[in-house]
């Protein structure tokens, strides 16, 4: 494996970062978890418009411009052969000293790795996932704002560590004002009947670009989409719940803190719309191609 690192693919054993990285020191910096399928990078585009947001969200100006940033990654793609896989795109603050200070950093470092993915297994697709509310909060918008994916994930994390002492794989995380904000690593949508309703990113999500997706998807497909401040309740006493990420693409959920979702097993909505997404991998205009 080659990585991209600072503008140069260097052995996977040359690809080091410094112990005096802030992205080490102190989660600063941000990133991107892309998928390519079928030779192309899925929705390379809004990674990279995202990326961007999220760097300038902290202050963080990256040493390149989007169109060559879309470009390393297209190039550390062609040169692993990476057309089924998983990348992860890395800006640090870069090396500092033992101090907060971001301006004591002298250069962002940009990693690019295109390697596989490391699926869910069949089952949680199959069966449906049991998820549970746990009681850490989601980051509150004017600490570290959700929409900024950051190097820092100790929120989500801790959020994990609750869910998978509970007994289960996933959570169901709130807004400091209580009402649902996503999962930890993925956001979440309700079906009832031909209605869609996700949580707007002023809940305390990231914006998801599968989420984005699904939305598109859900509403060129006869679905009605809506956006909207949601309770437990309104999970609990859906017809159907799923999640969307990059890695889960759509995985059901079929039960939440114990209660039953709907009939208890993946819904046809849900079905529907997990069909959709992946025809849409397999269209040209899903993505940017990799080879030519
Ligand atoms: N919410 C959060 C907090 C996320 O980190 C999503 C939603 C879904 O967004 P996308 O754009 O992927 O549809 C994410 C994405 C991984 C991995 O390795 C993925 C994410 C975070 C950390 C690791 O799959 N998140």
Same mark, same amino acid.
Do not use: W
């Given at each position: 494996?080659?990585?991209?690192?600072?503008?140069?693919?260097?052995?996977?054993?040359?690809?080091?970062?410094?112990?005096?990285?802030?992205?080490?020191?102190?989660?600063?910096?941000?990133?991107?978890?892309?998928?390519?399928?079928?030779?192309?990078?899925?929705?390379?585009?809004?990674?990279?418009?995202?990326?961007?947001?999220?760097?300038?969200?902290?202050?963080?100006?990256?040493?390149?411009?989007?169109?060559?940033?879309?470009?390393?990654?297209?190039?550390?793609?062609?040169?692993?052969?990476?057309?089924?896989?998983?990348?992860?795109?890395?800006?640090?603050?870069?090396?500092?000293?033992?101090?907060?200070?971001?301006?004591?950093?002298?250069? @962002?470092? #940009?990693? %690019?790795?295109?390697?596989? *993915?490391?699926?869910?297994? !069949?089952?949680?697709?199959?069966?449906? $996932?049991?998820?549970?509310?746990?009681?850490?909060?989601?980051?509150?918008?004017?600490?570290?704002?959700?929409?900024?994916?950051?190097?820092?994930?100790?929120?989500?994390?801790?959020?994990?560590?609750?869910?998978?002492?509970?007994?289960?794989?996933?959570?169901?995380?709130?807004?400091?004002?209580?009402?649902?904000?996503?999962?930890?690593?993925?956001?979440?949508?309700?079906?009832?009947?031909?209605?869609?309703?996700?949580?707007?990113?002023?809940?305390?999500?990231?914006?998801?670009?599968?989420?984005?997706?699904?939305?598109?998807?859900?509403?060129?497909?006869?679905?009605?989409?809506?956006?909207?401040?949601?309770?437990?309740?309104?999970?609990?006493?859906?017809?159907?719940?799923?999640?969307?990420?990059?890695?889960?693409?759509?995985? @059901?959920? #079929?039960? %939440?803190?114990?209660?039953? *979702?709907?009939?208890?097993? !993946?819904?046809?909505?849900?079905?529907? $719309?997990?069909?959709?997404?992946?025809?849409?991998?397999?269209?040209?205009?899903?993505?940017?191609?990799?080879?030519?």
């Amino acid at each position: 494996m080659v990585i991209y690192l600072n503008g140069k693919l260097v052995p996977e054993k040359d690809a080091v970062v410094s112990v005096f990285d802030h992205g080490l020191l102190y989660g600063d910096g941000v990133f991107e978890g892309i998928r390519s399928y079928h030779g192309r990078v899925f929705l390379l585009n809004e990674h990279i418009e995202r990326l961007y947001r999220s760097a300038r969200a902290v202050a963080l100006d990256i040493p390149m411009r989007p169109e060559a940033m879309a470009q390393a990654v297209i190039e550390t793609c062609r040169a692993n052969d990476c057309r089924n896989g998983y990348i992860r795109l890395v800006v640090t603050r870069g090396v500092g000293n033992l101090g907060l200070n971001p301006y004591n950093c002298a250069k @962002p470092q #940009v990693i %690019i790795i295109a390697s596989t *993915i490391q699926l869910y297994p !069949p089952e949680f697709y199959a069966q449906g $996932l049991k998820i549970v509310t746990v009681a850490t909060v989601r980051n509150h918008p004017e600490s570290v704002n959700p929409n900024i994916k950051s190097l820092n994930y100790l929120n989500n994390i801790l959020a994990k560590i609750e869910a998978i002492n509970a007994g289960v794989q996933e959570a169901l995380m709130l807004n400091h004002t209580g009402y649902v904000a996503e999962a930890t690593g993925d956001n979440v949508f309700a079906i009832n009947g031909h209605l869609l309703t996700t949580p707007p990113s002023s809940s305390g999500c990231l914006p998801g670009i599968t989420r984005d997706a699904v939305m598109k998807l859900a509403a060129e497909n006869g679905f009605e989409v809506r956006e909207s401040v949601m309770t437990r309740y309104d999970f609990y006493t859906a017809d159907e719940v799923f999640l969307t990420g990059t890695a889960a693409e759509i995985v @059901p959920v #079929v039960e %939440i803190d114990r209660r039953r *979702i709907g009939a208890g097993v !993946p819904g046809a909505g849900t079905k529907r $719309l997990i069909a959709l997404l992946h025809e849409y991998t397999q269209l040209p205009e899903s993505g940017v191609a990799i080879a030519g």
